[in-house]
């Protein structure tokens, strides 16, 4: 017979344009199914207030302010942008969620590559950086100084979203869970059965598709930024499309910050991403370089 820390229930969930995954470890199935779908209805109202491509969401309505408005937002709204701006000031600028018309101005509608003229890139970048941007914690407000933004989270929203899942599941007494949103933004607490931590391998997005580690996460988070897509990410600091880099990891204690700071880590040059992760013992990342196809870890690894 089974013991309760063999039981494995697996919940799945489309949101935030992905598959977000929970996967619970010896619980029955009812309180694992009602901790599943309080995550789930979680993330549903975080995706509501945080895309940019609905009218009525908070980024849309940030979107939306003319120079110097401001705007009020939802209590998650304003923790996630205001995690934004820390990991821009931690990165340098290389992570920026104000990068939206940039992304906008390289790409085409039907998400083919773009060649923007100078000015189109120049009229793109009035648009951006987070520098604009004013955060009033005791009002609840947003304010964007300048020409209006085109806020675009899709570089921490999952992230944040599945870290706001996760601590609302460890407050219904959830003592072990996995939860991942499209595989690229995960976080792992306790125990799964037989391990230290839940197992996660890390494989090479492109040919020839090796894995280049494995690892356990508990209490941990890893996110993962990669060009199998395209033309997605952009380097704020250039206002062009990432060269060099084919994937980057960073493993630290939330998914909103791994997110992050993956995607910096694609436009970073080696030297920042060393002070980066020297700066802050728990951090650890693994980058994937293009040009010369090495792997290259940065921090404790082997203690991973």
């Not at 491509?53 to 120079?67: A, E, G, Q």
């Not at 793109?124 to 100084?145: F, I, P, Q, W, Y």
């Not at 209490?219 to 033309?231: E, M, P, T, W, Y």
Request: hydrophobic residues 35%; aromatic residues 6%; charged residues 25%.
């Amino acid at each position: 017979m089974s013991g309760p820390k063999e039981r494995i229930r697996r919940y799945r969930h489309r949101a935030m344009a992905t598959i977000f995954e929970l996967v619970i470890a010896g619980e029955d199935d009812s309180f694992a199914g009602g901790a599943a779908q309080a995550a789930i209805e979680t993330i549903d109202r975080l995706d509501l207030d945080l895309s940019r491509y609905l009218p009525n969401s908070d980024v849309s309505r940030i979107n939306n302010l003319r120079p110097d408005q401001s705007v009020r937002v939802s209590a998650d709204t304003f923790e996630c942008l205001r995690r934004s701006l820390r990991y821009c000031r931690e990165t340098g600028g290389a992570f920026d969620v104000m990068t939206g018309s940039l992304k906008d101005c390289w790409m085409g509608k039907d998400r083919s590559p773009h060649y923007p003229s100078p000015e189109e890139i120049e009229q793109a970048r009035t648009r951006s950086g987070m520098s604009r941007l004013e955060l009033d914690e005791k009002n609840m407000t947003v304010c964007v100084h300048g020409p209006a933004p085109l806020i675009d989270l899709g570089a921490i929203g999952k992230g944040f979203a599945v870290d706001c899942a996760a601590e609302l599941m460890k407050e219904w007494g959830v003592g072990s869970a996995l939860l991942h949103g499209g595989a690229s933004s995960a976080y792992g607490f306790g125990d799964y059965p037989g391990n230290s931590g839940w197992a996660v391998t890390l494989s090479n997005p492109a040919p020839p598709y090796e894995v280049v580690e494995k690892i356990h996460l508990k209490d941990q988070a890893l996110g993962g930024s990669g060009i199998k897509q395209g033309r997605h990410i952009i380097d704020p600091r250039k206002g062009a499309p990432v060269e060099h880099r084919r994937a980057s990891w960073i493993l630290s204690e939330s998914a909103s910050r791994s997110d992050a700071l993956s995607t910096a880590c694609m436009v970073m040059a080696r030297e920042e991403i060393q002070a980066l992760v020297a700066g802050s013992g728990e951090l650890r990342a693994l980058i994937i370089d293009e040009s010369s196809r090495e792997v290259l870890r940065f921090g404790r690894w082997d203690e991973a």
